[in-house]
């Protein structure tokens, strides 16, 4: 490899770490919101308001087409998501781009990149 394309690939390696996605998911019954940081590799849940909790080391893994799984250092999965335009937080007509499930509980989640569509009119 030349030292051009090393330079191209670093700087192209460097950019996509500076636009990383945060991931925001919404969960009914109990009401929790949870936000996931690409660059900082921690998720935070929160319930209705209360100070969020935050986990470090949460890694981000791709399992295959469309499906994603959030993973702490302990290896346990911690958030799984899909990735299918019909996500939902079981309370509104708001459609997220991902289905989330965390433990028990469906939810549905938004980036940064991808944003969730209100069907109410």
């Known amino acids: ?29 109990p009401f929790i919101t949870t936000v996931y940081s690409m660059a900082q590799q921690t998720l935070a849940t929160s319930n209705m308001g209360e100070k969020p909790e935050v ?19 302990d290896g346990k999965v911690l958030q799984e998501l899909t990735l299918n335009q019909n996500g939902s937080d079981g309370m509104s007509e708001i459609v997220y781009p991902y289905e989330a499930k ?19 009119h």
């Open 1 to 29: 490899m030349t030292k051009n394309m090393l330079l191209i690939f670093a700087t192209m390696t460097f950019s996509s770490f500076a636009l990383a996605d945060v991931i925001k998911c919404s969960f009914t019954e």
């Open 55 to 73: 986990i470090k080391n949460v890694s981000f893994q791709i399992k295959g087409p469309g499906k994603f799984e959030l993973v702490g250092k």
């Open 102 to 120: 965390a433990g028990p509980l469906f939810g549905g989640c938004s980036s940064n990149y991808l944003k969730a569509k209100n069907t109410e």
